[in-house]
Structure formats: C-alpha cells, structure tokens
C-alpha cells in the first residue's frame, strides 16, 4: 500500500470504533502529537487506550473529507462526531514501512464570524 492508501485504511479502521484494531495502522514507536494541548500519545497500545477511554455519547463516526498526499506525508481533513459532540481533525501524518510513524493532529474549534467583515463574507451552514 502507498501512504495514502495506509492512512485511508486508517480511517477506515477508525469508523470500526474498535481502536485496537485501527492501532494495528500505527508503527510500534508510533507519536501522536497535538500542538494546541501540548500532549504527545507515545506508542500504539496509548493511541488505542486514550480513544477507547475518551467520553463520547455513541459510536465516533468519521467521515474523511479531503486527503491529500505527497509521497510519504499525508494530510486529511476529517469530520468527526459521536451524535452530539461535532468536531473537525485536521492531520498530518508521516507514513514509513507501511505504517503510520506519525501524526500531528489539530482539532480546530468553530467560532462565530466577526461582524466587521460582513460586507465580504457569506457564512455557510
């Protein structure tokens, strides 16, 4: 498989909700990095236990909206969502020997437009 079919079948693993399954697309020595809280997920058996502990109201489904790749470094734009919480992922991830080495992953959050730029911007649903 090349990155971008990796990091598909990655996803597609992640829409199981069985994130132990979807581990098994992580390398051994797999980090996983969110700047905006400054953590760092080290190995798969914490990326698989940090995802099954996380809060939610149902299933998490994902819905993969753009994937972009460039040899071995791939970015996705991801909507997530377990019904009620509704998020958006966009992650870069570096793809070696079959498997996802790492990932910087940014969960940005919505904010309402400021009023001073009405005049230029139409707002979507």
Excluded: C
């Excluded at 992580?26 to 700047?35: A, K, M, N, Q, V």
């Excluded at 753009?66 to 996705?76: L, N, S």
């Excluded at 793809?95 to 996802?100: D, E, K, R, S």
Aim: hydrophobic fraction near 45%.
């Amino acid at each position: 498989m090349d990155a971008k079919e990796v990091v598909r079948a990655f996803w597609t693993a992640m829409a199981s909700n069985d994130f132990v399954a979807a581990s098994q697309h992580l390398s051994p020595d797999f980090e996983g990095i969110w700047p905006q809280s400054g953590e760092v997920i080290t190995g798969r058996a914490n990326f698989a236990a940090i995802n099954t502990a996380y809060p939610a109201s149902g299933l998490w489904r994902f819905t993969l909206k753009r994937i972009i790749a460039d040899g071995v470094e791939v970015v996705t734009d991801v909507d997530v969502t377990d019904g009620t919480v509704r998020a958006t992922a966009v992650t870069f991830h570096s793809v070696a020997g079959g498997l996802i080495r790492r990932q910087v992953e940014y969960w940005p959050d919505p904010f309402p437009a400021p009023p001073w730029r009405a005049d230029w911007v139409s707002i979507q649903p």
